[in-house]
T-cell receptor
Framework: AAGVIQSPRHLIKEKRETATLKCYPI?????VYWYQQGPGQDPQFLIS???????DKGSIPDRFSAQQFSDYHSELNMSSLELGDSALYFC????????????FGPGTRLTVL | SQQGEEDPQALSIQEGENATMNCSYK?????LQWYRQNSGRGLVHLIL?????REKHSGRLRVTLDTSKKSSSLLITASRAADTASYFC?????????????FGKGTHLIIQP
């Protein structure tokens, strides 16, 4: 079965640079979530989209923005990167924003030097 | 304490034994989900239990939910070495759809061969 696809899988950036992470949800899933997981930490919710509209917002820094496109894929844009942004970034998708299972992608490991 | 805390934080058992992990949460929920994560890898969805359910089974997994105590347990029977991983519970909000999940700190399970 098709799963959530994230790209790139690994990304290395310098401080103050920008990064764009991409997420392709499971086909026919219209809801996308972004999470950040620091080393040894539990995942923290950043932001979600349902039917291309922002739905819920968590602990997403103002330096980050995201959007969901007409084909339901989503991009997380990160600017003025800081060392503390080094983490695993997960995207999850769900069918219908109806308290169903959220299926996670493999994650993008971002390292900020 | 945070929403969705697991205990124990770490558990080491012999292969073939049963492993029980507990999760507590603080606010009302629509559902509670359990995930498994191997070190540095993606989150694998194990099971979802809704607030009106008390028990659910999936293969060697048994999940219980006690909404009066705001707690859940995950039982893995006949453990295998491949079950070694971190296990997280995650709760949704009781607001509108597309709520981000709140994860607990996780239980690191080690199955000794």
């Amino acid at each position: 079965a098709a799963g959530v696809i994230q790209s790139p899988r690994h990304l290395i950036k310098e401080k103050r640079e920008t990064a764009t992470l991409k997420c392709y949800p499971i086909p026919r899933h219209d809801t996308v979530y972004w999470y950040q997981q620091g080393p040894g930490q539990d995942p923290q919710f950043l932001i979600s989209f349902y039917e291309k509209m922002q739905s819920d917002k968590g602990s997403i820094p103002d330096r980050f923005s995201a959007q969901q496109f007409s084909d339901y894929h989503s991009e997380l844009n990160m600017s003025s990167l800081e060392l503390g942004d080094s983490a695993l970034y997960f995207c999850a998708s769900e069918a219908g924003a109806s308290y169903n299972e959220q299926f996670f992608g493999p994650g993008t490991r971002l390292t900020v030097l | 304490s945070q929403q969705g805390e697991e205990d124990p934080q770490a558990l080491s058992i012999q292969e073939g034994e049963n492993a029980t992990m507990n999760c507590s949460y603080k606010t009302s929920i629509n559902n509670l989900q359990w995930y498994r994560q191997n070190s540095g890898r993606g989150l694998v969805h194990l099971i979802l239990i809704r607030s009106n359910e008390r028990e659910k089974h999936s293969g060697r997994l048994r999940v219980t939910l006690d909404t009066s105590k705001k707690s859940s347990s995950l039982l893995i029977t006949a453990s295998r070495a491949a079950d070694t991983a971190s296990y997280f519970c995650a709760t949704d909000g009781s607001g509108g759809g597309a709520d981000g999940l709140t994860f607990g700190k996780g239980t690191h399970l080690i199955i000794q061969p």
